[in-house]
Nanobody, 122 residues
Framework: QVQLVASGGGLAQAGGSLRLSCAASGGTVSMYAVGWSRQAPGKEREFVAA????????TYPDSVKGRFTISRDNARNTVYLQMNSLKPEDTAIYYCAADRTFSTLKSLRGSWGQGTQVTVSS
């Protein structure tokens, strides 16, 4: 069974950038859509981004559109989330998951792996 592990989180200043990685093990995610979600303390889980298996089609909510970019390297079995122009409200634990469809990822169903903490200071 494919397992996904998010990494690359850390501390950034407002306006700064971070790049998260989602590495797959135990199988390939090359034929799956992969998505990112986040959860801040005391808040509900929020969908952040998803990318189709071919790396062409992507989707973002308005809260991150234009600031975050999702990409993938199927040869490395890894999906990335480039986060620019970070804001304190981006502070959260970020998770990734793979599924056949965007709808499953956007509805936050499926199996979301171990997350990585992102903290943005003002």
């Amino acid at each position: 069974q494919v397992q996904l592990v998010a990494s690359g989180g850390g501390l950034a200043q407002a306006g700064g950038s971070l790049r998260l990685s989602c590495a797959a093990s135990g199988g390939t995610v090359s034929m799956y859509a992969v998505g990112w979600s986040r959860q801040a303390p005391g808040k509900e889980r929020e969908f952040v981004a998803a990318i189709q298996w071919n790396g062409i089609t992507t989707t973002y909510p308005d809260s991150v559109k234009g600031r975050f970019t999702i990409s993938r390297d199927n040869a490395r079995n890894t999906v990335y989330l480039q986060m620019n122009s970070l804001k304190p409200e981006d502070t959260a634990i970020y998770y990734c998951a793979a599924d056949r469809t965007f709808s499953t990822l956007k509805s936050l169903r499926g199996s979301w792996g171990q997350g990585t903490q992102v903290t943005v200071s003002s």
